[in-house]
């Protein structure tokens, strides 16, 4: 398999560029996210690849960060969202935010990509669940090692991540991690 090409950009058309990779040119379909990171053409770049074979085709999907590759290979095994709808997702709103909406499980913030209706998104908060929110998500929230920390413990005795990371929002930004779990535990009792 094609995992990374490294070569010169000949051509960029949107979300498809061409890469010269010692005399071989790779038509790469890409993120905007990505997109918009390019250098000029006619400088080098590397991507990270994913090669998609089908009965019809053989399509290469270039990512500027492992987190896009990853986030992509997530969203296309969710059945009925193809590699055009993840590379949608992935160019309407970045791979924290993402991550936030499934962890926080927002449907609202995931219908405002084009294509992406309500059903479509309720089905991909609930396969993403614990899959990209549970590593990506608590990043995307975390202000500090303190707020993680949070996070991590409410977690861990018993409370969904969207609760959790609801009861953060009560916290004030850096507040120890003891008097912080005390803190949105006393916003959680009272949700």
């Known amino acids: 398999m094609i995992g990374r090409l490294s070569g010169i950009l000949l051509e960029k058309n949107p979300p498809q560029i061409l890469v010269d ?5 790779y038509e790469v379909d890409v993120p905007m996210s990505t997109f918009y990171n390019l250098p000029a053409a006619g400088e080098k770049i590397v991507l990270l690849t994913h090669l998609a074979v089908r009965e019809d085709a053989h399509l290469l999907y270039g990512f500027g960060t492992q987190e896009e590759r990853a986030t992509f290979r997530q969203l296309i095994k969710i059945s009925g ?8 997702i992935l160019s309407g709103m970045s791979v924290a935010d993402l991550a936030q909406a499934v962890t926080l499980q927002e449907a609202g ?11 479509t998104a309720e089905r991909l908060l609930l396969e993403l669940k614990g899959k990209l929110g549970a590593d990506l998500g608590a990043a995307g929230i975390a202000h500090g090692d303190s707020t993680s920390d949070i996070l991590h413990a409410l977690v861990a005795l018993g409370y969904s991540e969207k609760e959790a990371a609801l009861a953060l929002k009560q ?16 916003a959680l009792s009272k949700g």
């Open 21 to 25: 990779c010692s005399g071989v040119g």
């Open 81 to 88: 969202v193809g590699a055009r709808t993840a590379l949608g």
């Open 109 to 119: 913030r995931l219908t405002r990509v084009p294509g992406i209706g309500k059903k």
């Open 171 to 186: 916290v004030p930004a850096g507040t120890g991690v003891s008097e912080g779990i005390k803190l949105a535990l006393k």
